[in-house]
């Protein structure tokens, strides 16, 4: 198997990548989510009706890669949605790109 070191999946420890990504993301908003949500195909639309305090390209977040999906915006939004905090992974990765 074939080390990637821009992508978590393909290290044998992801715990820095993993801290790495997480103080990208706090670096960039204090807000704290409550629920997460990773949207597919499809349900992209979902994410419309959130009310967003900062929204991250996966590609300016460390350990993210874009997504490779058409139809996957590959973001991280963070907001509401119906009075709750939530962070919502607009576009996911799959197993057969290699993550």
Known sequence: ?????NSIAGTTDPRPLVDRAVSSIRSTTTFRPQIAIILGSGLGGLADRVTPEAI????????????????HKGQLILGSLERRRVLVMQGRYHRYEGH
């Not at 198997?1 to 070191?5: E, G, I, S």
């Open 56 to 71: 991250l390209p996966y590609g300016e977040i460390p350990g993210f890669v874009p997504a490779g999906v058409h139809g």
């Open 1 to 5: 198997m074939v080390k990637r070191q």
